[in-house]
């Protein structure tokens, strides 16, 4: 009952910056926290951010060390993950999902829906 496509990804130099978007569909108006992920190859799935409807936000500060920002337009349904200072090692396929109650931890996998995902390469 609900769709998430995840748009921005790409190829980008160490240091620089990508915006990612996470669009939302079908029934929305439950959905209550929408966070991202990240895999790289041959490694485990990493909670990266999450943010609920009213804008509380949490982050796993070992990865992004305060360089990610996760933002929420309501009104639109979609939710942005501003990254900056882009490192090699933050390569991997970025995922959007959502969560509906009853709720899973922020920073669990165990969310109710998620995106097809898209890939984020940074370079040396």
């Known amino acids: 009952q609900v769709q998430l496509v995840e748009s921005g990804g790409g190829l980008v130099q160490s240091g620089g910056s990508l915006r990612l978007s996470c669009a939302a569909s079908g029934r929305t108006f439950d959905l209550y926290v929408i966070g991202w992920f990240r895999q790289a190859p041959g490694k485990e799935r990493e909670f990266v951010a999450a943010?609920?409807?009213?804008?509380?936000?949490?982050y796993n500060e070992d990865s992004v060390k305060g360089r990610f920002t996760i933002s929420r337009d309501n009104p639109k349904d979609t939710v942005y993950l501003q990254m900056n200072f882009l490192k090699p090692e933050d390569t991997a396929v970025y995922y959007c999902?959502?969560?509906?109650?009853?709720?899973?931890?922020?920073?669990?996998?165990?969310?109710?829906?998620w995106g097809q995902g898209t890939q984020v390469t940074v370079s040396s």
């Open positions: 999902a959502a969560d509906v109650p009853p709720l899973a931890g922020w920073t669990t996998d165990n969310y109710d829906y």
């Open positions: 943010i609920n409807w009213d804008g509380h936000t949490t």
